[in-house]
């Protein structure tokens, strides 16, 4: 586990995404989901790579089930770029380092 990965809850979700000055990678997530699982390495890498310019924030779409309604997320992993409070950029699915870093680059 990364510290510099924040887990928040549907509680938190203004506060930590929504307010934050850093511009957030969120992943929505679930403990039973492959690909979710199969892609949480990159996401440490991406989360201490991009240490000061971007926060990894991840929400368990089963423990917290409002945030995933709000932002119609359909299938997991969902991967939004938050900046400002809105979404920058989308990719649903086990998407490739390269993929992910393209969108980070081009929003921050």
Known sequence: MNDLITHVSDAAFEQ???????????????????????IAPMLDELATEYAGRLRVVKVNIDENQQTPRNYNVRGIPTLMLIKNGKVEGTQIGAVGKRQLTQMIDHAI
């Open 16 to 38: 930590e995404v929504l307010k934050s000055e850093t511009p957030v990678l969120l992943d929505f997530w679930a403990e039973w989901c492959g690909p979710c699982k199969s």
